[in-house]
């Protein structure tokens, strides 16, 4: 049995601080003025040719294979203008990042729904666990009801259903593709998907921070590069090189928590960004109840 680092874990870990930055990118650009969408838009078409690059341009893709990567670029493009959109509703960065990591409670039920896996009465407790987080984080225990940010809190949840039907989906990928093609793929079909989906939602709202679109200055161009590279493509290349026979899944899974757990670090070095300790509790029930449902056995 092997133990210790491998190069597997240190890339693992190299990985987690890149997607640290994720929210702090956003939240840097949402005082500067760069509404969610123009984030979510430029993140994928900035990182399409650095992942081209990682590529070594092998580019593939199939007929059949259309409607899949339309359907997987649709909900990722979904899944990162709800999550960055609580950040624009002012949302804390510790509150956002805990509530998007529900992921697992939603990944089991819809595994549970579809029928392939059942639940567990481990699965049940670590959900209930999750849900007595949720209620922690979302502030009803400390903050007065009017007080309580509900479109932050609101996008953020949503975060964390569709970046479980996008992990959902991308199950079903063919296994001829490998992972940065795929997700070359995925992004080539989010960049327009982004587009739909602000055009729909200036139907119904005028908001700028959620769909405004300006043309960026030097410093907000340096940010959207560093968001699209340091905190996309790079961190996604890193995980092609993982191992899967030095770092087991489950233990991979658990590692990326790491994730929020920096997030939390730079909003308070960075934002000075801190919230009650009743609701780090509700952070740390979170993320304890999603390593718990991601070490089950037949997660």
């Known amino acids: 049995m092997q133990v210790g680092l491998t190069k597997s874990h240190a890339l693992l870990i190299l990985a987690c601080f890149c997607f640290s930055f994720i929210l702090v990118f956003s939240t840097l650009l949402r005082n500067s003025g760069v509404s969610s969408l123009q984030q979510v838009f430029s993140r994928i078409t900035l990182a399409l040719p650095l992942i081209f690059v990682l590529i070594r341009g092998r580019f593939k893709l199939k007929r059949d294979d259309l409607q ?60 209930a666990m999750g849900v007595i987080g949720v209620f922690l984080v979302s502030g009803v225990v400390t903050e007065p009801l009017p007080n309580l940010n509900i479109g932050g809190l609101g996008f953020a949840l949503l975060g964390g259903f569709l970046y479980s039907l996008y992990l ?72 092609n090189y993982v191992k899967s026979s030095e770092v087991p899944s489950t233990t991979e899974g658990t590692i990326l928590l790491l994730d929020p757990l920096l997030h939390n670090l730079w909003a308070v070095l960075i934002f000075q960004q801190y919230i009650s300790l009743i609701r780090y509790l509700g952070v740390g029930l979170i993320l304890l109840s999603a390593a718990t449902i991601l070490k089950t056995k037949n997660n």
């Open 168 to 239: 959902y989906i991308k199950r079903m990928r063919k296994a001829d593709y490998t992972p940065l093609q795929g997700l070359f793929n995925t992004f080539l079909f989010a960049a327009p998907s982004a587009l739909l989906l602000g055009i729909i939602l200036s139907l119904f709202t005028r908001n700028v921070g959620l769909i405004g679109f300006t043309l960026p200055n030097s410093y907000q161009l340096a940010l959207l590069f560093l968001f699209a590279s340091f905190s996309t493509a790079v961190p996604y290349g890193l995980l």
């Open 68 to 127: 899949y990567f339309a359907l997987a670029g649709l909900v990722f493009s979904c899944f990162l203008f709800s999550a960055l959109s609580s950040i624009v509703f002012g949302c804390p960065i510790a509150v956002t990042v805990a509530l998007i990591y529900t992921q697992p409670f939603f990944t089991a039920a819809l595994a549970a729904v579809s029928g392939k896996e059942r639940m567990t009465p481990r699965k049940i407790t670590a959900m």
